[in-house]
Structure formats: structure tokens, C-alpha cells
């Protein structure tokens, strides 16, 4: 896999056009010893270990001044030093050296020819559903993230784009959805929050037959657990608030495509858009990354251990976890993906004992978000799913007593006994 796209970079400020320009960090300033060409730089950083990748990915030092991390230019705008050569960047909206460094480096670690960083995870769904036009019919999963079902049935429905929901635990539902104005499946597995899990390669492969754009919101598994694009999908999205930036300090998006003509598109619609994410912010979350893996793992751990023990419970009418043994999806997921996550969701039974436990825990946040160091826990119905109508999603499998754990860097036992004194009578 090569990352050495080049974008055509719309000046949209000037309204002059510009040639195409490398923009990748990693392939101007990180070659490794022994190397000279920007493709075998990029193609270097693109062969390490995942894990590697994490750590080292191309702009991890300031080649101008050695410092152990990326510069945060704190920048709208950049001198032409040479009105006749424009400067790699001119305006921070069309690219800032910092959210480039983070854009190329999500784009590394998801396997992408071009990566793309929002002011937050519905700027980025927002951007990348504007690839489709009036008139486009979309296949969506049925318990896709509260937001972007907001923003399907209520923004991108007024602008004559149709979507159908469906699940797609069950690739004959896909199939049957297909319209001839079909143009994309938008797919989030595993789902939020009842974790029910889709066959990324096989939706994939079925979408690409019908010369459908396959999106994929991967904000559960991050790259470390699951890769879609390996699989064949096109865009793979995510809120980077959750376990990618993954301390509850910032609020981000990103979009990765597959092939540079979706990549161009998606870089159109930032820049058209405007809804890039800021110096700062783009710091703070490659700081994040960088533990991104020793996070998941940890948090993986103790998510085993809850989902286990929250299902030896009688007085749990149900667990979701894609770990437990007879979760429906556990081989799928165990195929497509090196791990189960950090998420367990649990019914209490009712809409009252989810609430007296939200009043007693003493340890985890309640609060909308997830995948941070601390534990969150949320309550699907009245938070992230709150803008769903109670029939839908009562029909999508989100009870009243439905919550939502998120688990943190926490001693496992410690969140185990303070939920067990939480949901005693
Ligand atoms: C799965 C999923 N996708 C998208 C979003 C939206 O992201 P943001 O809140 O960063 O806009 C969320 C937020 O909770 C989410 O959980």
C-alpha cells in the first residue's frame, strides 16, 4: 500500500488553481536512514507493526527543531514567500501542518490513501455523506449512532437523499433494501449500543457488485482492533472524542478513504465544508493515539470481565458484549476484527432501576461519550439515543432499562463491586 496521494488543493480563497502538491509529512520529512524517495518512506512507515505505527508514524519528530513531538502551528494563514511558488500551505482551512500530521497518521494506521480530521464525529459522517447527491438512496443500519440517525432522517431527508434502515446482522436485508438509486451502505458494527455485529467483507463485496461507496463508522474498534478497509469498505469514520483522542478532553472527527479519488472528494468536502478541526485539538489527539493500543488492551481486559460476570447475574435480563460466548456476532467479529472492545451494554429491566443505579455508582462518569481513561456510563435512552422516537427504539432492541458501560483504565474489581452495590435492592 502506497499513502502517496496528491490532492489537488482548491484555493478556494484566491479562486486560483493550483497544481497538485504532496501534502503527507511522512513523505517529505520521515525517511528513514538508507531511504530516498518519498514512496519509500511512506511505504516503510505503512510495513511496521501496528503497534510501531502507534508510536512511530512518520511525524513523531520536528525535523526543523528535534522536538519529540509535532509542532501545534497555531496558524490561519501562511506568507507566499514567492507569489509565483504558492507555500505547501496557504490557508488553514484548505491545511494546517499539524491536523496534516494527524491526517496522515490516521490515515496510516487505518491502511487509507488519504485521511481527513473534523471538528467533530458528526462533522466528519456529515462531510462524508455529502458525497451523495438529491435523488441518492441509502442503506443504513438500524442502530446506527443517535446522531447520524438525526442527521439522516432530519437534515439529508430535506435535501431529497432517502435512506432505509435495516439490520444488517442479516445480509439478506441489505440485499432486499437495494434500490436502482441505491448508492451507499452505511454500516457501524459493532452497533451502538446493543453491539450486534455486520459482516464488513461480505457487505462489502455484495456493495461493490452494485457499484455501491461502503462507509463504516469504526468509532467502537478504532484501527487497533479493526481495519474495514482491509475488508473492501471505502470510508471508514470515526468520533475520535471516544477512544482514539481517549481522555475526554476533546471533541474530534475523522474520515479515511480508501482510494485517492475517494480521498480527493472527501479533502473537497472538508475544505468546502469548512469543518476542520484546529491546531490544538489535532495535538491533543495525536497525543491520545499514541497509547491507543495499551488503552484498548486494558480496557478490553476488564470489558471481558464485566460482561462475564454482569451475565452470571439473575437479575440481568441481558448482557452485549461481541466476547460472551453466545453473542450472535462473536464469529464474525472474531473474523474481522483482533478484538471484542472496551463496551459492554446491559439491561437492568427497567427504566426506574437504571435510574436508581445511574444515582448510586460512585466510580464511572454517567455521561454521553465513551472510550475514555475513566469509565463512562450512559443511559442510551435518555443520552445518545434520546433524539430516537421510544417505538423505534424500543423496535431496535433499546429497552428502557438499557446501559451503556464504557470501560476506563479502573481497577476492574473496584467498578465490579461498586456496580454490585449499585444494584442491590
Ligand atoms: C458511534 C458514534 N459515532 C459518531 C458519534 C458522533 O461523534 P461526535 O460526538 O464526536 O460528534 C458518536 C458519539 O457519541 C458515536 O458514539
Redesign the pocket.
Known sequence: MSDSHKHDQEKLETGTEVTAQPQGRAEQQAAPSGLQTPEEAAEALADRHFDTKLIHFGAEIDPATGASSVPIYQASTFHHFDIYNPPQYDYSRSGSPTRQALEDYISLLEGGAGGYAFA????A?SAALMIFSAGDHLIVTEDV?G??YRLLTTILSRMNIETTFVDMTDLEQIKAAWKPNTRGVFM?TPS?PTLKITDLGAVAAWAKEHRLITLV?N??MTPYYQRPIEQGVDIV?H????FLGGHSDV???LAVARTPELAAQLKKLQNGLGTVLGPQDSWLLIRGMKTLGARMDRSEIGARKLAQWLSAREDIPAVYYPGLADHPGREIQEKQSTGYGAVVSFDVGSEQRAKRLLSRVKLPLVA???GAVESILSYPPMM?HAAMPRDVRLERGIADGLLRFSVGLENIDDLIADLDQALAD
Open positions: 467533530s464525529g458528526m462533522a459522517i449512532y446522531g447520524t457501524e451502538n463508522d468509532t467502537f469514520l468520533s475520535a472524542t471516544k471533541l474530534a472527527g454521553v461519550s465513551l445518545s
